[in-house]
């Protein structure tokens, strides 16, 4: 079993800033891509960022010079730094993580996906 949990999201007003986190666990042998999804209310979710293992990223044009995503591999975990952030940056936030992992005694590359958490902007 493989579990993604994120944490940092809340109610700021525009122009504030967040941290989203976003923790990977469970029997994993290596992560490859890990990333942060968002879903507005009435809207499909949508790319936010990427990162790779390699660390070589991608983030959605509507984001591009206000967040940034980073990881830190030996902790399993991917972070978004949200600055200058907008009413239309409301939405639940989803961590992604494609990993490979032990389960039944096999490797078996998996598409894991957190609960999400919930940022508000207010203008």
């Known amino acids: 079993q493989v579990q993604v949990v994120e944490s940092g999201g809340g109610l700021v007003q525009a122009g504030e800033s967040l941290r989203l986190s976003c923790v990977a666990s469970?029997?994993?042998?290596?992560?490859?891509?890990m990333g942060w999804y968002r879903q507005a209310p009435g809207k499909q979710r949508e790319l936010v960022a990427t990162?790779?293992?390699?660390?070589?990223?991608n983030h959605a044009d509507s984001v591009k010079g206000r967040f940034a995503i980073s990881r830190d591999n030996a902790k399993n975990t991917v972070y978004l730094q949200m600055n200058s952030l907008k009413p239309e940056d409301t939405a639940t936030y989803y961590c992604?993580?494609?990993?490979?992992?032990?389960?039944?005694?096999?490797?078996?590359?998996?598409?894991?996906w957190g609960q999400g958490t919930l940022v508000t902007v207010s203008s």
């Open positions: 992604n993580t494609r990993v490979m992992a032990i389960v039944d005694r096999t490797y078996r590359n998996l598409d894991v």
């Open positions: 469970g029997n994993i042998r290596s992560i490859n891509v």
């Open positions: 990162i790779a293992r390699g660390d070589t990223t």
